[in-house]
């Protein structure tokens, strides 16, 4: 029960926690609303002067060899747009020679809304001078500029909408600008501002604290704000370094530039007019400027407060009376638990006929007791089963190892396999992918010629190693009476193929070499070319297209032929070598087959050793996919001419 009343306590501090938080959270996606909002209805305002500069420009250059005619569009321009406090067109210096240096076609709404139009420039407003004429040409974009007062009254902050004018020759021969008042923001953020004073308390909580709502640029500059005296003079950031702890007017400017909105750290409030408020902020879309709102934290935090001790003390109300229940539930679910627990002791200890207790209630606790009783049941007939596999497996494993034995005992096994000839020197290995395999590899000497194979079997496993086993008989006992290794083949694909139910099937390569003349008589059933290595060359076998022993019976074999001098090797391998997988799939295959072969010395054994080892290199920690066997025959016999 303590620890219940911890868990309970910490859960009711969690949830008194989250209510308030979910107030200003709540809060903060009104005004976010709210804000996005007139974040929407100040970029309608904005995308209307941008349009009615944009209608324009197609006539403006279209009208570039006639001066008279700017004024009048100029005119129109104000005329047709009441949002255009003033438009004008500033040429390149001596664009029009006979209208002076500089020409600046003008128009503005006077304080009775009607447009007057003059001309501007000359000695008393030199424009070409100016920064913002040298900006605009040097940027040839459209674009928004910097905030700036009005020249006649220096009183009004305006924005001006500059798009370059060009030339038929791409030209840039002029600056189109179209100024709008910022007092529209400030009148829509005022109401802004009155309708959440409304909408979220009609008390002042804070006792000082109002709504504020101003766009700010980038860097903190005021655009806006309810005392104008700080429009364009005062910055929103070293406000907020003079008055709050250090380092929080950064954390501020990367926050807005980065345009996060969310309330979720308590350094985002600061004092704002001596009092602690929240702010909210909104990125407007197409510029750098940003709408900030300030809302007094008093207000929410009491609000937040209010709801989160409700919440509290509901909690508490529900704590007492689960303390209570648990109490009594605990104490009858405790004791048939406990005589379970006992029992199941037993049961683990190995006895598996203990008797269960008798629970006279049909609940989950009756259940329970039937689940165990299940268990106990399951429990015995598993540990039989389990003492039956066990032994099968160990005899099935028994079986496969001397399996093993027997199938590699069948297979030359002991090197130098013919220690008392210097002709000759041959060397082979076997690596079966499971316990037994379907490859064969054999070699003996009869009448001064080196008969020898290599197969492998459809398939894999204890199948397999049958066939695999028949098929060396055979080739022993049918080598025994014929030197033709097609002659061979051809009784082999015969024996074979009588009774073939499984459909089994076994490629394989023959040969005959002469030790003498060191002349190849040899046939291919199917099987992979091997290579042929010289002094100074590696090439693969030319074969002809037969196809693999027990697939068809009365297959005419054709036999090929071979010229060994001193020294050179034939390497026989199944497809196990060339088509060994790695974690990724990716094949040996035969370019880096016979990349070992041409960096390894002309020596079976180290020939067969190099490439075992570049297989388990490249195959890694892959398991391997199918048998490996591989064969290296050498020649070197000293008597035979090199021509």
């Known amino acids: 029960m303590l620890v219940l009343f911890i868990m309970m306590g910490t859960l009711a501090y969690c949830v008194y926690e989250v209510a308030k938080s979910f107030v200003v959270h709540n809060s903060a996606q009104s005004f976010h609303s709210s804000m996005q909002s007139s974040v929407l209805s100040i970029n309608a305002v904005m995308s209307d002067v941008s349009v009615a500069v944009r209608n324009n420009i197609f006539d403006v250059e279209r009208h570039l060899d006639q001066p008279d005619e700017m004024q009048v569009i100029m005119e129109r321009i104000v005329s047709e747009n009441p949002r255009v406090r003033s438009c004008g067109i500033s040429f390149i210096e001596n664009y029009y020679p006979n209208k ?108 000082d604290g109002v709504f504020n709502s101003y766009v700010l640029t980038s860097d903190g500059t005021y655009l806006t704000h309810p005392e104008k005296q700080r429009i364009l003079k005062s910055n929103f950031f070293v406000h907020i370094k003079d008055a709050d702890e250090p380092g929080l007017a950064e954390k501020m400017i990367m926050w807005m530039k980065n345009g996060e909105r969310s309330v979720r750290e308590a350094d985002r409030v600061v004092r704002v007019n001596r009092i602690q408020s929240y702010i909210f902020y909104y990125p407007l879309y197409g510029t750098d400027w940003i709408l900030a709102l300030s809302v007094p934290k008093m207000g929410l935090d009491l609000i937040g407060t209010l709801v989160g001790f409700l919440m509290l003390l509901l909690m508490g109300v529900m704590l007492i009376v689960t303390f209570f229940v648990c109490r009594l539930a605990i104490r009858r679910i405790a004791m048939p638990l406990k005589q379970l627990a006992t029992t199941a002791d037993e049961i683990a200890s190995g006895q598996f006929h203990t008797e269960l207790p008798a629970i006279k209630s049909y609940d989950e606790i009756h259940l329970l007791r039937d689940s165990f009783e299940n268990m106990q049941h399951s429990l015995t007939a598993y540990v039989e089963e389990l003492k039956n596999t066990t032994a099968a ?47 064969l590899y054999d070699f003996f000497i009869r009448d001064e010629k080196l008969f020898f194979c290599i197969g492998d079997v459809s398939g894999k496993g204890v199948p397999a190693s049958l066939v695999m086993a028949v098929t060396r008989s055979l080739f022993r006992n049918i080598a025994a009476y014929t030197q033709e290794p097609d002659h061979i083949a051809m009784a082999l694909n015969g024996e074979l193929s009588n009774s073939n139910d499984t459909g089994m099937f076994v490629t394989i390569f023959l040969g005959v070499l002469d030790l003498a003349s060191g002349h190849l008589r040899y046939a291919n059933a199917g099987h992979n070319p091997p290579l042929f290595l010289t002094s100074n060359d590696v090439r693969i076998l030319t074969c002809d297209p037969n196809i693999p022993v027990g697939v068809m019976p009365g297959w005419e074999f054709t036999v090929q032929e071979l010229q060994f001098k001193e020294g050179d090797t034939l390497f026989l391998y199944t497809d196990g ?32 050793e190099a490439m075992t080892g570049a297989v388990k290199l490249f195959v890694g920690d892959a398991e391997q996919s199918d048998d490996l066997t591989m064969l290296a025959i050498q020649y070197t016999n000293t008597l035979i001419p090199n021509n």
């Open 577 to 608: 070598l060339n088509e060994a997988e790695n974690s990724a799939l990716q094949q040996f295959n035969m370019e880096r087959v016979m990349q070992v072969a041409k960096c390894t010395i002309n020596n079976p054994q180290r020939l067969i």
């Open 393 to 439: 497996k160990a005899s099935m494993e028994s079986e496969l190892k001397i399996a093993h034995n027997i199938q590699m005992s069948m297979l030359p096994k002991t090197y130098p396999a013919f220690p008392d000839r210097t002709d000759i020197d041959i060397y082979g290995q076997v690596m079966p992918a499971k316990e037994v395999g379907g490859d």
């Open 100 to 207: 002076g240096r500089s020409y600046c076609p003008y128009a503005m709404h006077n304080d009775s809304m009607q447009v007057v139009g003059m001309p501007m420039g000359g000695s008393d407003y030199d424009y070409l001078k100016k920064e913002w004429f040298l900006e605009a040409v040097a940027a040839d974009s459209a674009y928004w500029s910097k905030a700036f007062f009005d020249g006649h009254e220096s009183k009004t902050p305006l924005v001006a909408y500059m798009y370059p004018i060009h030339d038929r020759q791409g030209r840039v021969v002029a600056i189109l600008g179209a100024d709008l008042s910022l007092d529209f923001m400030t009148r829509l953020l005022q109401k802004q501002d009155s309708i959440f004073q409304k909408d979220t308390w009609s008390i002042d909580i804070s006792g």
